[in-house]
């Protein structure tokens, strides 16, 4: 979970640092820069990268916000490792793992997702594609109290298909 923390400040980074030129082309300059820290997974990111997997995540959290979890199974991988704010990590059937997800998504009466910002990148030393997603989560639960957090998601896409994904949560 270290590893993507530090992918998506990076890659944040970077798309904060691209530049256009007059002609609409974008600009990358050769980094010549000397940092105070060495980055432990990696600082070679392309951003954006492919904009068809960010389409894909986001439908899928469009699925996941309208309970339509059993048409979310054909993005993901057979195998999935999810890493969850609270501490809870899960790795394995991608069956399992919906029925995770139903399981949560019964017990609310509705939800919604604002989205704040997202980006698609490629890792190239790793040659790895990620969505990195910023949101506000509104929950509103059968039984209990509204709740509203602020949300930022990575997700892994391989060959098509979600391999990977891990959440961080703040209160607002």
């Given amino acids: 979970m270290k590893k993507l923390f530090i992918l998506t400040a990076i890659a944040a980074t970077l ?3 691209n530049t256009k030129t007059n002609t609409g082309t974008a600009a990358i300059a050769k980094d010549t820069l ?3 820290y060495k980055a432990t997974y990696s600082s070679d990111i392309t951003v954006p990268g492919n904009p068809v997997n960010a389409q894909k995540v986001l ?9 339509n979890i059993k048409a979310m199974k054909p993005y993901f991988a057979d195998t999935v490792r999810y890493d969850a704010a609270d ?12 029925a995770y997800a ?20 490629h890792v190239n030393d790793k040659n790895e594609d990620w969505v990195n997603i910023w949101s506000r989560e509104r929950r509103y639960p059968k039984n209990g109290k509204a709740d509203t957090v602020l949300m930022q998601e990575n997700w892994q896409v391989k060959a098509g298909k979600v391999i990977e994904f891990n959440q961080y949560l703040s209160k607002k």
């Fill in 87 to 98: 501490g809870t990590h899960f790795y394995g059937p991608v069956d399992k793992l919906l």
């Fill in 15 to 17: 798309a904060s640092c």
């Fill in 59 to 67: 439908l899928m959290w469009k699925m996941f916000e309208t309970a």
């Fill in 34 to 36: 000397t940092y105070a």
């Fill in 102 to 121: 139903k399981s949560d998504i019964d017990g609310l009466d509705s939800m919604r997702f604002d989205i704040v910002a997202w980006q698609s990148a």
